[in-house]
């Protein structure tokens, strides 16, 4: 929980504005800071700087944090997702799992280079590198 909240100017670095850019960017897969370089070499390492821009990005570390939320995502799609199929159709177990476990696995796929790249993104407009450890990173359970 524990989210404390500061007042800062829109136009300031660590700004609303600039987080919510660096966020959306992130989530195109792009360069927090110019949105035209891509934020990755590879698909889920971290360019040490973007193509575009040169903004080092390479320090930045998002550790577990975007496989986690990227299986609470997918878990909160599939399985209720699942769970309506099973009621409306009935359809036999094992094909309905084999395409269960294939939608979550291409879901994970396509989720985890974003969500990584909007953690990337957040911690970058935030001026965080993963390294210090009075985070204020919301952790679950
Ligand atoms: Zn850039």
Request: charged residues 20%; proline residues 7%; positive net charge.
């Given at each position: 929980m524990?989210?404390?909240?500061?007042?800062i100017p829109?136009?300031?670095?660590?700004?609303r504005?600039?987080?919510a850019d660096?966020?959306l960017?992130?989530?195109?897969?792009?360069c927090p800071?110019?949105?035209?370089g891509?934020y990755?070499?590879?698909?889920l390492?971290v360019?040490?700087?973007c193509?575009?821009?040169?903004?080092?990005?390479?320090?930045?570390?998002?550790?577990?944090?975007?496989a986690y939320?990227?299986?609470?995502?997918?878990?909160?799609v599939t399985v209720p997702?699942?769970?309506v199929?099973?009621?409306?159709?009935?359809?036999p177990?094992?094909p309905?799992?084999?395409v269960?476990?294939?939608?979550a696995a291409?879901l994970v796929?396509q989720?985890l280079?974003r969500?990584?790249?909007a953690?990337?993104?957040?911690?970058?407009a935030?001026?965080l590198?993963g390294?210090?450890?009075?985070?204020?990173v919301?952790?679950?359970?």
């Amino acid at each position: 929980m524990g989210h404390h909240r500061t007042r800062i100017p829109d136009c300031a670095p660590g700004s609303r504005r600039r987080i919510a850019d660096a966020l959306l960017r992130g989530l195109r897969t792009r360069c927090p800071r110019c949105g035209i370089g891509s934020y990755r070499a590879g698909y889920l390492t971290v360019a040490p700087a973007c193509a575009g821009c040169g903004e080092a990005l390479g320090h930045i570390r998002a550790d577990d944090g975007p496989a986690y939320f990227t299986l609470l995502i997918v878990a909160h799609v599939t399985v209720p997702l699942s769970l309506v199929v099973e009621q409306r159709w009935h359809p036999p177990l094992l094909p309905h799992m084999v395409v269960a476990v294939g939608l979550a696995a291409v879901l994970v796929w396509q989720l985890l280079p974003r969500i990584k790249g909007a953690m990337v993104g957040l911690m970058w407009a935030l001026g965080l590198s993963g390294d210090e450890r009075q985070g204020d990173v919301e952790r679950h359970g």
